[in-house]
């Protein structure tokens, strides 16, 4: 399996993060093919006008805890948006899912969705906190709102992209939506164990090169 570089938004997303590192990354980026660079808002505008088309931005809304308001994560998504971002990943409400008000859940991706105006939307469901019903309910949530990628961790939580939570999703999200795995994936072996289970997408601060790429250089 060759082309897990092309499933990957390579992601850059430490608070002390520099916009020297940023444009490393973008560097990075161009020379690997990858599917995205993932990045903070801050750094949206001037990551596009630095790689001026050459690599898709994606940044995260309400992250990493998501209990901002939907009219902040709204002016966030447009904001990003207006920057240059053609990707966002969003992390909802937790608290919400606890209660069990998923109409709530639903209501807040469908305007997100609203707000990036076309661009590709994934929803981050931190499946560390979460219960198997609570994910299968999300699965379906995701679904109904309309959102491109059910994405499994923020990569801040206590735990990252499992095999099962991947497994889990395959069975009960759309066959429309994507499945992005985050959180933990830190070698080659990690990244593909996650595509055959059904991750359609990685997030992931490596480029998990295999060892027959590694050995090429």
Known sequence: MDNVSSLIDYTL?????????VR???DEAKEADVASICIAPCFVKRANAYLAGEV??????????????????VAETINAVAN???EIDLVINLGDVKAGEFTKVEAEIRQIKIATAGKILKVIIETCYLTEDEKVELCKVVTRAGAAFIKTSTGFGSGGATVADISLMKAHV??????????????????TGLIAAGATRLGTSSLLRSPKVESDY
Do not use: N
Request: charged share 15%; proline share 4%.
């Open 84 to 86: 240059g971002a053609s």
């Open 24 to 26: 490393a990354l973008c």
């Open 13 to 21: 997303l430490k608070p002390t993060a520099t916009w020297a590192e």
């Open 56 to 73: 898709a931005i994606c940044t995260v809304i309400g992250f990493p805890l998501g209990y901002t308001t939907t009219t902040v994560k």
């Open 174 to 191: 759309g066959s429309e939506v994507g499945i992005k795995a985050s959180g933990g994936i830190r070698s080659y072996e990690d990244a």
